[in-house]
């Protein structure tokens, strides 16, 4: 099982590589730039040579690139959603440039639109960004917690979404167990796994689902309210990932930890947690 932490590109991707190691990630998600902000710095094509060449050296794999906070793809505001379908090309780019496999993107919101409305805005954007740029990297739609505004908080909506793309196939889907178990899908017991795993099935398919964001939430089941906390401590607890991790259906899958970093301490406390509930 590949189980690693996103991790901080501070000083450079090939420190970001260094940290997931020390740390002992056998996959690992960064940000290619700052997350907060529009402006991009070119890449260091020294750093770009190191950071690959050192995740080949610890078999550090997969790598999901996360897209920029600031995009939304489901903006009702014009400038903005033409900004976020540009901004959605250059985080593409930047993900293949640094030879990782997968774009991780959020769908987006735009409080008082209807779902529908979202779902076939957001449709029109990745349809845009594809023909601007034709992905070599896979894309993957991470499920929401179903906040105001949100949309991609059922896997029917995700799917709608893939539905209507002019070419899905570099498509597919990173699920955040925080997110949905706030949105309703329920992982505290080997049962509700079960139902899990058919309903990604049944919506965008098992085979389409190439990663997972590994998160305990702080908030209660079908909050829709998205607060990450560490493995085994909130509301979905260690029967819920005892079940999860071993589960037959996602035991293979690549799973990246955005637990909380709040002392030094927090990162080495999951991966323990985690690597005791494997079996």
Request: glycine share 8%; net charge negative.
């Amino acid at each position: 099982m590949r189980i690693g932490f996103h991790v901080s590109i501070s000083g450079g991707f090939s420190l970001s590589v260094q940290r997931a190691f020390e740390l002992g990630c056998t996959c690992m998600q960064i940000f290619s730039r700052n997350p907060r902000g529009w402006t991009v710095k070119p890449f260091d094509s020294d750093d770009v040579a190191e950071f690959k060449k050192l995740r080949e050296k610890w078999d550090i794999g997969p790598v999901f690139v996360h897209t920029n906070y600031l995009i939304n793809l489901a903006s009702s505001k014009a400038d903005l959603y033409a900004r976020s379908i540009e901004q959605f090309v250059i985080d593409l780019e930047r993900t293949e440039h640094l030879g990782a496999e997968y774009l991780v993107t959020h769908l987006g919101s735009a409080s008082g639109m209807a779902p529908e409305w979202m779902i076939e805005r957001v449709s029109n954007a990745f349809n845009m960004a594809m023909r601007l740029h034709p992905p070599k990297a896979g894309i993957l739609l991470e499920n929401t917690a179903g906040e105001s505004g949100d949309v991609g908080y059922t896997l029917e909506q995700v799917q709608d979404v893939i539905s209507r793309l002019d070419d899905a196939r570099n498509i597919g889907i990173c699920y955040d167990t925080c997110h949905g178990f706030a949105a309703g899908y329920d992982i505290r017991t080997k049962k509700d796994v079960d139902a899990l795993a058919k309903k990604i099935d049944e919506t965008v398919g098992l085979e389409k689902l190439k990663g997972m964001h590994l998160n305990d939430c702080l908030r209660d089941f079908g909050s829709h309210v998205d607060r990450h906390w560490h493995i085994g401590d909130g509301t979905i607890g260690l029967d819920g990932f005892n079940a999860l991790l071993n589960h037959a259906a996602f035991k293979n899958v690549p799973k990246i930890m955005e637990t909380p970093k709040n002392t030094e301490e927090d990162d080495p406390r999951n991966m323990k947690t985690v690597r005791s509930i494997v079996k």
